[in-house]
């Protein structure tokens, strides 16, 4: 009879319960080898202690009614439960330190698999490093070829560029010569400045004679008209 939860609770006080409840399954594997070592010792002297109590309950209830059971083998049958109880709870605290030896044992042929796998992983990384020096020794063997055709590229464009920048320069001093060839000359700019020069005294002359007959004409006006006034 596996016994669970709810008979454990019947049968056992607090103590004896949380005990119980960390054999079960969900909880023992969560436990370390030192802890399930402590359990089956404690669940080997719970299983003791009661089977050894139902023996001597056995006993004094044969000696006192001269029956194996007595008048209440109730309670024979507690302590009898509760050795079976501790053997199931031993059972799995032994199980489970197995589980952890096997593992234990596994652990170092996985290191020596690992081990032997580094020398391959070794050997490949040295062959992808060869790979790569020879890649490199070829490229530098190419390259002196490469650096001297850029040399000449190089030089090229220097040349065109030189000869560009001889004839934007032409360009600019022909451009120069053209303006001043269409510029006026210092005589030329100075005849020019006497006309507009005259222009403008005639203009105010003429303005001057203009202002003289506007006022005579006022004044004979005046004139005329008081004369006829009176």
């Given at each position: 009879m596996a016994y669970n939860r709810n008979h454990a609770k019947t049968l056992c006080n607090k103590t004896e319960y949380q005990f119980f409840e960390s054999s079960l399954r969900g909880n023992i594997e969560k436990l370390p080898q030192k802890r399930v070592q402590d359990g089956i010792k404690r669940a080997r002297t719970l299983r003791d202690k009661y089977r050894d109590l139902h023996k001597r309950q056995r006993l004094a209830t044969r000696d006192r009614t001269g029956t194996k059971k007595g008048v209440k083998p109730a309670t024979n049958e507690r302590t009898e439960q509760k050795a079976k109880l501790f053997a199931e709870v031993l059972e799995r605290f032994e199980a489970q330190l197995k589980v952890l030896k096997q593992a234990e044992k596994a652990a170092p042929a996985a290191s020596k698999k690992t081990a032997a796998k580094k020398p391959v992983a070794k050997k490949a990384a040295k062959k992808k490093t060869?790979?790569?020096?020879?890649?490199?020794?070829?490229?530098?063997?190419?390259?002196?070829?490469?650096?001297?055709?850029?040399?000449?590229?190089?030089?090229?464009?220097?040349?065109?560029?030189k000869v560009a920048k001889k004839v934007a320069k032409k360009k600019t001093a022909g451009k120069k010569v053209a303006a001043k060839a269409a510029a006026p000359g210092p005589f030329v700019s100075e005849k020019a400045?006497?006309?507009?020069?005259?222009?403008?005294?005639?203009?105010?002359?003429?303005?001057?004679?203009?202002?003289?007959?506007?006022?005579?004409?006022?004044?004979?006006?005046?004139?005329?008209?008081?004369?006829?006034?009176?």
């Open positions: 060869a790979k790569k020096t020879v890649a490199k020794t070829a490229a530098t063997a190419s390259k002196p070829a490469t650096k001297v055709a850029r040399k000449k590229a190089a030089k090229k464009k220097t040349a065109k560029k400045s006497a006309a507009s020069e005259r222009k403008r005294q005639q203009n105010t002359r003429a303005k001057a004679v203009m202002g003289h007959k506007r006022a005579s004409t006022q004044r004979n006006q005046a004139k005329r008209d008081g004369g006829k006034k009176r």
